[in-house]
């Protein structure tokens, strides 16, 4: 993961440039997957750095293509949100992997119950920049 100060995301494919999760299709359905863009809050990673007793988590580390402030993203699942010129359906809940708890013994087994972060679809294609206000529209 590399830090970038936009993104460009292309409908039912993802971020432009993702060689990973780039136009990704399910096994069992030939669909796009959920997992075209992952967000997380900052604040719930400081939470989880504090009750393993580190200091904080870099930004980046936990993986997810876009960490947020100041907003409670989970309760936003089912929802189309507005983020810069882009339109993003909240998805599901992300599966975190294994590289967690090379962060941190303990990081994978804390990100459950709602405080793993999500996936999002790419509804409408756009550019994200860092500070663009993440809106719900429906």
Known sequence: ???ADSIAVETD???IGNTRYWKRQSRSTNQPTQRQVSLIEREQIAEHASALGLSGIAAGRVRSNIETEGINIVPLAGRD???GGAVLHIAAPRDPCHK?????PGLRERMTNDKQG???VVVQSGTIKNGDVIQ???
């Open 13 to 15: 494919a993802g971020i």
């Open 1 to 3: 993961m590399l830090p």
């Open 136 to 138: 719900a529209i429906n």
């Open 100 to 104: 967690m708890d090379e962060i941190a």
């Open 118 to 120: 999500i996936l999002a």
């Open 81 to 83: 949100v507005r983020v």
